[in-house]
């Protein structure tokens, strides 16, 4: 049974695991206490990048000698592995170390086995202590290892109403200054940043971290690894040269269709039409994803948008053109009833979720965050993509205008996808709602 003082070092070791955040991909973020043999704080670290000496290590350095017949507390189990450097667990037999508590088992292959090891060499080692905030704060790299895909957050902000633009499309701002610049700081603790072509087109975004209030309470965003900029632009019409997202302030990558011509110079990845996801296509829609329909926009459900409004998604124009026409796009939609599936056109909507993911993955993006639009959103939600949910509420009415979610597939009360509130804070006039996706939501690749 842990001892109250290393509950304290375990809240400590956590709250040090997040100053990695944004700066250890593709490797977790990790904290580590060590108590001498009183039970008194002698040293603490934090993996701080990638390659870098572990978080263990730093803190045994930090504590020398004290650290001989103590007790560390680390947020992750200590690896087992010589990877980019030595193995944990005898870093810490090295050091004398008499006890090891820590919060969440290691799940890779490679590294796992460090208790193990521990034990038999007579140390005594306890698993489990505040593994619920240890596994919060080391959210993206547990899913991109669990998952094989990265952890994606899907970041809002809208009016009371629910409302991301008024009728008319004007959109900037919704939400407060305290809120946007607490965007920056989620900007800052992720590896990429996402937006759909509509977003793009209308709001020719940045994207890079400016001003970022950090974890730590530093300002500015000096020092900061900016994220990679991700513009999903299916038809390869959204991005023109001259756009802010192609400026040198930080990397970006461009997803378009197969077949479409990349812009000279930008860095660009064709991937797939959802509908055209070759070990997709033939499962019914139920046995991919439990709780939402569809694996991409909802083609005919009712998007809440103006007509006028094109603030945000060339895929929400689409949408309503393929569903004027009286096309399906979207083969992974479920049918009423076999009678109403709709008579596919050949033609095909948004990309496959599932391939920009793995994309990203593969380029070691663990954290992705999601900046809009709707009909992206909807689609991240429809392929069960979205682990976390940041909306920031305006104390504002709109009455009229496009909802923060387009489709994803939900069409009755039984599919809704029930979310985990995490936590409520004000920023400003505003209100910084964290939730996140239980269950089958997250879907396993
Ligand atoms: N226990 C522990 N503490 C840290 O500070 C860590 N960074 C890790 N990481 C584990 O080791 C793997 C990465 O090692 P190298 O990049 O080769 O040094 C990572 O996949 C984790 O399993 N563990």
């Given at each position: 049974?842990?001892?109250?003082?290393?509950?304290?070092a375990m809240?400590?070791a956590?709250?040090?695991?997040?100053r990695g955040?944004?700066?250890?991909s593709?490797?977790?973020v990790?904290?580590?206490?060590?108590?001498?043999?009183?039970?008194?704080?002698?040293?603490?670290?934090?993996?701080?990048?990638?390659g870098?000496?572990?978080?263990?290590?730093?803190?045994l350095?930090?504590?020398?000698?004290?650290?001989?017949?103590?007790?560390?507390?680390?947020?992750?189990?200590?690896c087992?592995?010589?990877?980019?450097?030595?193995?944990?667990?005898?870093?810490l037999?090295?050091?004398?170390?008499?006890r090891?508590?820590?919060?969440?088992?290691?799940?890779?292959?490679?590294?796992?086995?460090?208790?193990?090891?521990l034990?038999?060499?007579?140390?005594?080692?306890?698993?489990?202590l505040?593994?619920?905030?240890?596994?919060t704060?080391?959210a993206?790299?547990?899913?991109?290892?669990?998952?094989?895909?990265p952890h994606?957050?899907w970041?809002?902000?809208?009016?009371l109403?629910?409302?991301?633009?008024a009728?008319?499309?004007?959109?900037?701002?919704?939400?407060?200054?305290?809120?946007?610049a607490?965007?920056?700081?989620?900007?800052?603790?992720?590896?990429?940043?996402?937006?759909?072509?509509?977003?793009?087109?209308?709001?020719?975004?940045?994207?890079?971290?400016r001003?970022?209030l950090?974890?730590?309470?530093?300002?500015?965003?000096?020092?900061?690894?900016?994220?990679?900029?991700?513009?999903?632009?299916?038809?390869?019409t959204a991005?023109r040269?001259?756009?802010r997202?192609?400026?040198?302030?930080?990397?970006?990558?461009v997803?378009?269709?197969?077949?479409?011509?990349?812009l000279?110079?930008v860095?660009?990845v064709?991937?797939p039409?959802?509908?055209?996801?070759?070990?997709?296509?033939?499962?019914?829609?139920?046995?991919?994803?439990?709780?939402?329909?569809?694996?991409?926009?909802?083609?005919?459900?009712?998007?809440?948008?103006?007509?006028?409004?094109?603030?945000?998604d060339?895929?929400?124009?689409l949408?309503?053109?393929?569903?004027?026409?009286g096309?399906?796009y979207?083969?992974q939609?479920?049918?009423?009833?076999?009678?109403?599936?709709?008579?596919?056109?050949?033609?095909?909507?948004?990309?496959d979720?599932?391939?920009?993911?793995?994309?990203?993955?593969?380029?070691?993006v663990?954290?992705?965050?999601?900046?809009?639009?709707?009909?992206?959103?909807g689609a991240?939600?429809?392929?069960?993509a979205?682990?976390?949910?940041?909306?920031?509420?305006a104390?504002?009415?709109?009455?009229?205008g496009?909802?923060?979610l387009?489709?994803?597939?939900?069409?009755?009360?039984?599919?809704?996808?029930r979310?985990?509130?995490?936590?409520?804070?004000?920023?400003?006039?505003?209100?910084?709602?964290?939730?996140?996706?239980?269950?089958?939501?997250t879907?396993?690749?």
């Amino acid at each position: 049974m842990a001892t109250a003082a290393e509950a304290v070092a375990m809240r400590r070791a956590v709250a040090l695991a997040a100053r990695g955040l944004g700066f250890t991909s593709p490797n977790p973020v990790v904290g580590c206490v060590i108590l001498d043999a009183t039970g008194a704080s002698a040293g603490e670290g934090y993996h701080q990048q990638a390659g870098g000496p572990h978080a263990e290590v730093h803190a045994l350095r930090a504590a020398g000698e004290k650290a001989r017949g103590g007790t560390a507390v680390v947020t992750l189990e200590p690896c087992n592995h010589t990877g980019r450097t030595g193995p944990c667990a005898q870093a810490l037999l090295d050091a004398g170390i008499a006890r090891v508590v820590y919060a969440v088992d290691d799940p890779t292959p490679d590294a796992t086995g460090g208790a193990a090891t521990l034990r038999a060499a007579g140390v005594d080692v306890e698993p489990g202590l505040l593994a619920e905030e240890a596994e919060t704060v080391n959210a993206a790299w547990l899913t991109s290892v669990r998952t094989g895909r990265p952890h994606v957050t899907w970041k809002y902000a809208a009016t009371l109403d629910g409302r991301i633009a008024a009728a008319d499309g004007s959109s900037r701002w919704i939400s407060s200054a305290a809120s946007r610049a607490d965007v920056h700081r989620l900007r800052a603790e992720c590896d990429a940043v996402v937006v759909g072509s509509g977003t793009q087109r209308a709001d020719d975004p940045h994207l890079a971290v400016r001003g970022a209030l950090l974890s730590d309470g530093a300002d500015g965003a000096d020092g900061v690894v900016q994220p990679l900029r991700v513009v999903v632009d299916t038809h390869g019409t959204a991005v023109r040269p001259g756009a802010r997202v192609l400026d040198d302030a930080a990397p970006t990558l461009v997803a378009v269709a197969e077949g479409v011509e990349p812009l000279p110079g930008v860095d660009t990845v064709h991937l797939p039409y959802a509908d055209q996801h070759a070990d997709a296509a033939h499962l019914p829609y139920v046995e991919r994803v439990p709780r939402a329909a569809g694996n991409g926009t909802d083609a005919s459900a009712p998007s809440g948008r103006s007509g006028q409004q094109g603030a945000d998604d060339e895929e929400d124009r689409l949408e309503h053109r393929f569903t004027a026409s009286g096309g399906a796009y979207r083969a992974q939609r479920r049918p009423a009833a076999p009678a109403e599936r709709p008579a596919p056109t050949g033609t095909p909507g948004g990309l496959d979720i599932d391939a920009l993911l793995a994309e990203l993955h593969a380029r070691g993006v663990r954290s992705v965050l999601l900046e809009g639009g709707p009909t992206l959103a909807g689609a991240f939600v429809a392929a069960g993509a979205v682990d976390r949910v940041i909306g920031y509420l305006a104390p504002t009415l709109l009455g009229a205008g496009p909802a923060a979610l387009s489709g994803g597939g939900i069409t009755t009360l039984t599919e809704a996808l029930r979310l985990d509130v995490r936590e409520c804070v004000a920023l400003g006039p505003d209100l910084r709602i964290t939730a996140t996706v239980a269950g089958p939501g997250t879907k396993e690749h």
